[in-house]
């Protein structure tokens, strides 16, 4: 598709820390190999309850998705999948530290990112960056770059939502870099542009009748 | 007779289209949005938002893989006869949904609150949610599905009479700000405003302004339509885009409905219907036809009747 000024970048799994140095805030990404998805259920067997990756899955990809796809189990055991949306990845913030530990991925696709903060402290000193899916709802896109399902993994345990589903891509994306080198993120750059303006978008209207919860965010000022 | 069957294919079928295939009138919207935008970055979110549709027509595949929640809307006709009855519909619905739900597929989305139990077809305890409506003089079945996605975009604050219209606008900017930091509720989106009813009402009423309104529609107030512009305005000057992206392209729409309140307050909802806007409505007639369409015509004369009759003599005996 039409990327604008926007520079493209095809990677290939799994990905090599020289290719990641390249990536600039902005850029588009596509990737080809492998990518298995990874979220609180698969967080919680690996992290809190101690169980191991699957077998070979670390070998064959160091990159992870936040993300479950729609798909279905046939009767013949096979699968059939359609769309691929990435949920919301700053909830899993503190459980990146050991999810690196437990996967070795150097790369992250997921949705709207993480803090930089996470990304200085826990991106940058392993190489990594994070990927953010674009729009969010684009998960038609998605779902043409999938070749194949290789396999899945704790279905039974964890659900289609929640399992391990380990996709062959190709042409996979769009995605935006969303943390460089240095640990900066694409979102808190433009947040910060916007958050500029946003006092004077109140301007003119009068203050609250009363302040409660949510008009104020402070628990001494609120009124009743 | 509205027959068991007819009623099966049609939840089916209904939520196919919905997964599959944008409404017209959102997607125009959001062309409209795209020409406008002059941010690039926002541009290119835009440019592939629009790209996805058209893939998810192609390839028959859902538009966005986070299913929302799927729920049903049932406008029945008071002459209406349907087999089995009410009951019967309900059936209808939640099977049509099961299987729809395997064969499109769609990823099965509810899970119990507490055990995350997944019944894998979006069906469960008190899901999915099946709303009721009456029109007087028709003998068909109107039936729309919506599938609204968006953890992030509903909010709800009590406001005061005092309030005014400067405290609705500021709970609109609180809202949207929120929704829109990072994209979350992935705007652009419809926006949809209850206004007044009790706290259950209100969000009701917010969330139908969002998902059973097209684009372009307005109140039937004029005080209210104009709001509706403004409000509108308002969001697309944050300087917020799609993804929480710098940008003028956040509300595509923004719809209010309002309820008779309690005389000391005034309770305002915001919804925001994502860019997976999902809906798709279906009449049933008597006679077994079925007719498709995407606009719910659920706001009728009749369902914002204001006064204990719902026509005034008046306007009965010019008829
Ligand atoms: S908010 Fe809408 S477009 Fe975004 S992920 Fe959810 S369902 Fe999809």
Redesign the pocket.
């Known amino acids: 598709m039409a990327t604008g000024s926007r520079k493209t970048v095809r990677l290939k799994t799994p990905v090599r820390r020289e290719d990641l140095e390249q990536l600039e805030l902005g850029d588009v990404v596509y990737l080809e190999g492998h990518v298995y998805t990874a979220r609180e259920g698969v967080y919680r067997r690996v992290i809190t309850e101690g169980h191991k990756l699957p077998e070979g899955l670390t070998e064959l990809t160091n990159v992870s998705f936040h993300c479950s796809p729609a798909a279905s189990v046939n009767d013949d055991a096979t699968f059939n999948i359609g769309a691929v949306?990435a949920t919301a990845s700053f909830r899993f913030g503190a459980l990146i530290p050991a999810w690196f530990e437990a996967s070795d991925c150097l790369l992250i696709l997921g949705k709207g990112g993480m803090t930089e903060e996470d990304y200085r402290n826990v991106f940058v000193p392993r190489g990594a960056r994070y990927l953010t899916t674009v729009?969010?709802?684009t998960?038609a896109l998605l779902g043409r770059g999938i070749k194949n399902v290789k396999a899945v993994h704790w279905l039974p345990e964890l659900g289609i939502a929640q399992a391990i589903w380990v996709l062959e891509v190709e042409n996979f994306g769009p995605f935006l870099v969303d943390s460089d080198g240095e640990g900066r993120s694409l979102f808190e750059q433009h947040n910060k542009r916007l958050n500029q303006r946003i006092e004077g978008l109140y301007d003119g209207l009068k203050q609250p009748a009363l302040s409660r919860m949510g008009e104020t965010v402070d628990r001494r000022e609120e009124l009743i | 007779m509205i027959r068991k069957d007819t009623l099966y294919a049609t939840a089916h079928e209904l939520t196919r289209r919905a997964a599959i295939e944008i409404p017209s009138d959102y997607l125009s919207g959001l062309e409209a949005m795209a020409a406008k935008e002059s941010e690039d970055l926002s541009s290119f979110v835009l440019a592939a938002m629009l790209e996805n549709y058209k893939a998810a027509k192609e390839d028959a595949r859902a538009m966005?893989a986070?299913t929302?929640v799927p729920r049903f809307y049932v406008k029945a006709g008071n002459e209406a006869k349907i087999e089995g009855g009410m009951v019967a519909v309900e059936e209808a619905l939640r099977s049509g949904l099961a299987q729809a739900t395997h064969d499109i597929p769609l990823r099965p989305n509810r899970v119990h609150p507490l055990w995350r139990h997944d019944n894998n077809n979006n069906v469960g305890l008190n899901a999915p949610e099946i709303e009721y409506s009456f029109e007087p003089d028709a003998d068909w079945v109107d039936i729309t599905t919506v599938h609204k996605?968006?953890l992030f975009?509903t909010d709800y604050r009590m406001l005061f009479p005092g309030d005014g219209i400067d405290g609705i606008k500021r709970f609109f900017l609180d809202a949207m700000i929120a929704f829109g930091k990072r994209g979350l509720?992935?705007q652009p989106a419809i926006v949809g405003i209850g206004l007044g009813g009790s706290k259950d009402t209100c969000m009701v009423l917010g969330k139908q302004a969002a998902c059973l309104r097209t684009v372009g529609d307005r109140n039937p107030d004029p005080k209210i339509a104009e709001l509706e512009l403004e409000l509108m305005e308002m969001g697309n000057n944050i300087g917020m885009g799609p993804m929480g992206f710098v940008g003028s392209s956040m509300v595509v729409d923004c719809h209010i409905e309002v309820g008779y309140t309690h005389t000391g307050g005034m309770p305002m909802s915001v919804h925001s219907f994502?860019?997976?806007s999902r809906r798709a409505v279906a009449r049933l007639y008597a006679d077994g036809r079925v007719q498709y369409r995407t606009d719910p015509e659920w706001f009728t004369p009749y369902h914002r009747r204001n006064d204990v009759k719902w026509q005034p003599e008046a306007a009965r005996q010019s008829a």
Do not use: F, R, V
Request: a negative charge; aromatic letters at 6%; hydrophobic letters at 10%.
């Open positions: 949306t729009g969010y709802g998960g | 966005c986070d929302g996605g968006g975009g509720a992935c994502c860019l997976s």
